[in-house]
């Protein structure tokens, strides 16, 4: 009778659990799953492995390019790769380390590689031997190090996974050297390994804040969605990134080193390595500078989404001393401007020649890249009541006028942040702004495909292409373009009357003619102009300055066209107006 009673007692516990974890899953749509991510703007990108330890070398060659990919550009055998493993020790790892120079640079999350395209797993797994833990002399999970100390220090722990290529095992994708046809052997892998480590990782870490997917490669639609409700049935507040394929995921992964060429009003992450490669290579010296970084992170941050920078740490365990002490100013800029960062939404004006803006409701911090050197800020198009600005770190308040509907800011003489001096308005009610983009006095402007207004066969298309092995370019273009009828035209604002240089800057390979064109002003004002070759390839742009041009003050609108292509005419990547000085 006891044991009934029990038993009855321990179903009905268990009935309530899973109706509360069921409750809890309802209760978890979208939009809260997703708000962690969307205030937090900055995360750390951390791409760890065998490959760190290789470190862009095999067999005394170096393979110049992105280093985790060592295993796939020397066809090295899995056997050989493995042994690899046996020497892996890296014994200056140190998770409290790690999380304090995230959090000194003011970032949010880590995401860090569990598994990439090599198959080497940096976590204790039961799925496969070849792990962390089982298969090197270390002997420790630093994954769950890391995601205890992530979870004492109040940061995000973020798992990467990648889900189809995997070059250690005969079904996973990418690995023709060892395991030719192997497609039919996915499912299995699949089953075996990819699902029980994403388990693995979704039960033995806490609460993880997104699984991070990569090159979904042959994956069915089916498969996707089975690893999202896999993500979401045993962590419902996890995010999937959408590389887990076929317009599946919780927010939207640009392209690696891919800026947001416009406002996305969707969650989405913008991701660079620090240097050029993403694991650790002994060699790439190519650092970005702490300026550079916190630029970027504004016009990430003012395009609406986040900055995933990726740091690889050595072989040994050790971060790279220059991403530290990057990484240290990058964080002081944030101490001190973390109210124009955390919890911002995207800039309020079109494309800004002097900086970048982010904003939160009644708030607009404009982000001044470049000092004008009369000390005079052009805030355009503003018009809204205005109760204040003041320099956001340390409080001094400016003066400002109007003039020819712009606000006027007098700037103290000296930049007090090289990298970015913020500026706050605090205004009252509905924010108006010109969406019309304005030319500022003396600066260039560099107007791009997307902001051009079509007409015709005209057409605008994304194109991505690599440099190095692994070094992702890209662009925007209009294209598609033969008659006077296709033309792109973009509108703007002059303040003040001006002389400027015309520059295509454009891609037109070599098998197409000589084509002539013509930008037309909106006062008549026409240059004329022959396509100049630029080489072999699409991504191979070239600047062409075209002509001299008077800009009235006021509204203008421009526009370039061909004259009667026979060909197809030029992949136009931006025009640029140069002061004629
Ligand atoms: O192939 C990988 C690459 O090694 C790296 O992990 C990047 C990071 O976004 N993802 C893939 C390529 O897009």
Redesign the pocket.
């Known amino acids: 009778m006891r044991k009934m009673m029990l038993a009855v007692l321990v179903c009905m516990y268990l009935t309530g659990m899973n109706a509360a974890i069921a409750d809890e899953q309802q209760a978890v749509n979208s939009t809260n799953r997703v708000q962690w991510f969307t205030e937090a703007k900055f995360g750390m990108?951390m791409?760890w492995g065998l490959y760190s330890h290789a470190a862009g070398v095999w067999k005394d060659k170096k393979y110049y390019g992105?280093g985790?990919?060592l295993m796939h550009r020397a066809k090295i055998p899995v056997a050989e790769y493995e042994i690899l493993a046996t020497s892996f020790n890296p014994v200056k790892f140190n998770a409290k380390d790690w999380v304090a120079t995230a959090k000194q640079a003011g970032m949010k999350y880590i995401v860090i590689?569990s598994k990439?395209?090599d198959g080497f797993a940096m976590f204790k797994s039961n799925a496969s031997k070849f792990n962390v833990v089982d298969a090197t002399p270390f002997k420790r999970d630093p994954l769950k190090e890391l995601a205890d100390e992530c979870h004492r220090e109040g940061l995000k722990i973020c798992f990467?996974y990648?889900q189809f290529?995997d070059w250690h095992e005969p079904g996973g994708g990418g690995n023709s050297w060892d395991f030719p046809n192997n497609k039919e052997k996915f499912g299995e892998y699949f089953e075996t390994k990819c699902k029980p480590q994403i388990k693995e990782l979704l039960t033995n870490y806490g609460p993880i804040g997104l699984i991070w997917f990569?090159?979904p490669g042959i994956m069915t639609k089916e498969q996707s969605h089975e690893l999202l409700d896999m993500v979401h049935k045993y962590q419902p507040q996890c995010l999937v990134s959408s590389?887990v394929g076929n317009d599946v995921g919780d927010y939207t992964?640009l392209?690696?080193h891919e800026l947001p060429a416009e406002i996305i009003k969707k969650p989405f992450e913008s991701?660079f390595t620090h240097n050029d490669s993403?694991?650790y290579v002994w060699y790439d010296k190519n650092w970005r500078s702490p300026k550079e970084l916190v630029q970027m992170l504004v016009k990430i941050n003012g395009k609406g989404g986040n900055f995933l920078l990726?740091i690889g740490p050595q072989g040994d365990g050790a971060l790279p001393e220059m991403s530290i002490r990057t990484l240290k100013k990058v964080g002081d800029w944030l101490e001190k401007n973390k109210e124009s960062v955390y919890g911002t939404s995207y800039s309020a004006f079109p494309e800004l020649t002097w900086g970048d803006c982010t904003t939160k409701p009644g708030k607009l911090y404009l982000h001044v890249f470049d000092w004008p050197k009369n000390c005079v800020l052009r805030v355009p198009g503003l018009s809204c009541k205005i109760d204040s600005i003041k320099l956001l770190d340390g409080g001094k308040k400016l003066k400002y006028s109007s003039e020819a509907g712009d606000v006027m800011v007098k700037l103290p003489a000296e930049m007090s942040d090289q990298m970015d001096t913020v500026l706050v308005v605090a205004y009252e009610g509905d924010l108006k702004v010109d969406p019309v983009r304005t030319i500022m006095d003396g600066c260039e402007t560099t107007m791009f495909a997307l902001d051009a207004k079509l007409s015709g066969e005209t057409k605008t298309k994304k194109i991505s292409w690599m440099e190095e092995f692994?070094d992702?370019k890209h662009a925007n273009i209009v294209e598609k373009w033969k008659t006077e009828k296709d033309a792109a035209t973009w509108k703007f604002r002059a303040p003040k009357a001006g002389q400027y240089w015309v520059e295509l800057d454009y891609s037109y390979p070599s098998k197409s003619k000589r084509q002539e064109a013509v930008i037309q002003l909106s006062n008549s004002q026409q240059l004329l102009f022959e396509t100049k070759d630029t080489g072999d390839k699409a991504s191979h742009f070239q600047p062409h300055r075209i002509g001299v041009v008077d800009i009235p003050a006021g509204q203008v609108e421009m526009s370039v066209y061909p004259v009667g292509a026979e060909d197809a005419f030029i992949n136009l990547r931006s025009v640029k107006l140069i002061p004629f000085e």
Do not use: A, K
């Open positions: 990108f791409h992105i985790e990919w590689t990439h395209h990467y990648s290529q990569d090159t590389r992964d392209g690696d991701l993403w694991g990726n692994g992702w």
